[in-house]
């Protein structure tokens, strides 16, 4: 009979996105061989295709719907180990480039209304 592996009690298991447990491993798409998380993405963006619509312009709405998910941008910023002090600087910056495309469009629309 195979010997089963000791698990920790859950008090005792890491947390966090870094943690890793036995249940991990022998779960998954690759069965108990593979190791490490699963790379899928929990993204459930539907793009309707309308009779006769070509196939380009669905492409295209998908892309966009996908691009305001922010999925790939997330995943970007994933790619790498980002500490608190490089997040904060990000956000900071993404913060400002949104205000100013908020004075710009707000300008935008002053100048149409008149």
Request: glycine fraction near 8%.
């Amino acid at each position: 009979m195979p010997k089963k592996p000791f698990v920790y009690p859950r008090a005792f298991r890491r947390q966090g996105p870094y943690s890793s447990s036995i249940e991990e491993y022998d779960s998954g798409p690759g069965g108990p061989d593979s190791v490490g998380k699963s790379t899928a993405l929990s993204v459930n963006i539907k793009v309707e295709v309308g009779e006769g619509e070509p196939i380009e312009s669905a492409l295209r709405r998908f892309k966009r719907e996908v691009n305001k998910s922010g999925h790939l941008m997330d995943l970007r910023y994933k790619r790498y180990f980002e500490n608190s002090q490089d997040r904060k600087k990000r956000k900071i910056v993404q913060a400002r480039f949104r205000k100013r495309m908020e004075r710009m469009n707000a300008k935008r629309m002053r100048q149409q209304r008149t």
